[in-house]
Every structure is written in C-alpha cells, then in structure tokens.
C-alpha cells in the first residue's frame, strides 16, 4: 500500500544532512531510529505542492552553471527542487541503505515542454528498480513535476549504493559503449566550484567542498558535482535542444578541483552526444545524449 506524505515547502536541508551522517557514526548507527532496515525499497511516495521558483536563486544558478536568463527553466533546475526529497526519502530508517558515500552514477531528464519562470507546479518522488550492480545494488529516484495534472517534466536518479549483494548488471547501461566526443573547448574549474554549486543546489557533500573534507572519504581534493557537470553541458549546447527532450548521461570519473576539463560535442541526426575528458589524460568524466521526445 502506498504511503503519501505531503509537503507544503521544501524541507529544511542541513538537518537532513546531519541525518544522513548518523548511521555512519560507529554505535549510534545501530540505535533505533537511526539504523536503516533491510529489505525492499519503500512505497512512500514524497509531495511537494505548490513549487514556485526564486527568481533570483534561479538567476544565480543560471549564472553558476553558464545559462543564459530565459522565460522558461533550465531542464536541469527542478532537480534542485527535489534535492531536499531525495534527503527526506534517503535518510529515511524505511530505505534500505544509509545515503552516506552514495554514487551518483547516471541521470535522466525528460523536458516534456519547458517550465516558465513563474509557473507553479508539483512535485513527486518515489524509488524503484533495486537492481544488482558488480559493486552493489542500483536503485532509481524516480521526480516527476505536474502541471495542472499535466507531466511536463521527470527525472530518473540512478544511485549505487555499495552492498555485498550486488552482481551482473541485468541490462546494459543507457550510454554503454559510448565515448565522450572529442572536443577543443576547455573549461578552466576553479577549487571553490563545488563551494559555488554547493551553496545554490543545497547538495554542501564534503567531498564537493574542501580538500580536507573529501581526503576524508577517499578523494585527493574536492570534486565537482555531478549535476553541475551536466547542467553546464546543456547550457553548452542550449542552441541544439529541441522544446521536448530527454537527456541521459553516465558520470564516470570524478572531476578534480581545482582542474581543466575539455567539452567536446556532435550531432548526427536528430540525437547530440555530448562528454567531458580530462584535459591531460583524456580520462572521460561524462558522456551524455540528447534525444527529441
């Protein structure tokens, strides 16, 4: 049976962050009501009513990730509507795993007509798919946004969580096989890039702030936000995207900050593949495509 809770305005973000750090903490972990339960992933379905946006917190964030201001919203924003959500679903003792040292592997993002600046709409979160993966188990975030009753916009937020239980993908990934294009625009990332983006999208993860901070979970210095990257990649390629579209993309290594990444962008047909390499190793950080609906 299928639990709905309701929300009037987003739920507060920094509690939930030091929610999501207890589970972590040896024998506080293990109390109740901090330790997470076994088993399947929970049929509670999150609601938000009535989203308006700031216009001057999305005027930062377009500035933040390289989109010119327009009437309508970067496909990429009403993520950082439900970022408090997908707290709100993860620390919760009914999830399955705890959210601390969660990957953010791949993401995608159905515009099915753009959002204006002043349109209210509503928001959805639920999980599904609790899929094996070689390090673990895969689940979906799975966002949606309506309009008065009509779905303009969703979201599809895959995490690995690491687990003892995991095992052979039982399909192939979206983008498997695909390269990031060669390109020769280099974007110059500055160490406070993940301070930036941090501060605008309310995801402050240590391993995006500090060196210190992300020393502390296995990373030489800060990295960038995954969803940074992709937001800045459409916003590179704005001129290509069609009014409908969806946009996959698989994150793979982590970009260093401060550091120097190459866009490279082609389109054949009616699809644009997109990616971001290491400017020195040509490691590939991201690759993405974009496919009219």
């Not at 690491?162 to 695909?178: I, K, M, Y």
């Not at 990332?189 to 702030?209: C, E, K, Q, T, V």
């Not at 409908?244 to 082609?266: C, Q």
Request: glycine share 10%; charged share 20%.
């Amino acid at each position: 049976m299928t639990d709905t809770r309701i929300f009037e305005s987003a739920p507060a973000g920094l509690p939930l962050m030091l929610k999501a750090a207890l589970p972590a903490i040896p024998i506080v972990g293990g109390l109740p009501g901090i330790k997470h339960e076994t088993g399947g992933l929970p049929t509670t379905v999150l609601k938000r009513t009535r989203v308006a946006t700031d216009l001057a917190h999305l005027d930062r964030y377009n500035e933040v990730c390289g989109f010119a201001r327009a009437d309508t919203l970067p496909a990429t924003y009403p993520h950082i509507a439900a970022h408090t959500l997908h707290l709100t679903m993860m620390t919760d003792t009914s999830f399955p795993f705890p959210p601390l040292g969660a990957v953010h592997l791949r993401n995608r993002i159905t515009q099915y007509r753009p959002i204006g600046r002043e349109e209210i709409y509503e928001l959805s979160l639920r999980t599904e798919s609790n899929e094996p993966h070689p390090k673990g188990r895969l689940i979906n975030l799975v966002s949606e946004a309506h309009i008065g009753g009509e779905l303009v916009w969703d979201e599809s937020m895959t995490v690995l969580f690491r687990s003892r239980n995991g095992g052979d993908e039982p399909t192939p990934a979206p983008l498997a096989g695909v390269e990031p294009p060669a390109g020769d625009v280099h974007w110059n990332l500055g160490d406070d890039l993940g301070r930036r983006y941090g501060a605008i999208s309310g995801d402050r993860n240590p391993i995006h702030l500090y060196p210190l901070t992300a020393k502390a979970f296995g990373f030489p210095r800060q990295i960038a936000h995954g969803m940074w990257t992709k937001a800045h990649c459409l916003a590179a390629i704005s001129d290509k995207l069609p009014e409908s579209f969806t946009v996959d993309v698989e994150f793979k290594k982590p970009i260093l900050l401060p550091g120097t990444v190459v866009f490279g962008s082609t389109t054949k047909g009616k699809k644009t593949t997109f990616g971001v390499q290491d400017a020195r190793s040509s490691a590939p950080h991201v690759v993405g495509r974009v496919s009219p609906v």
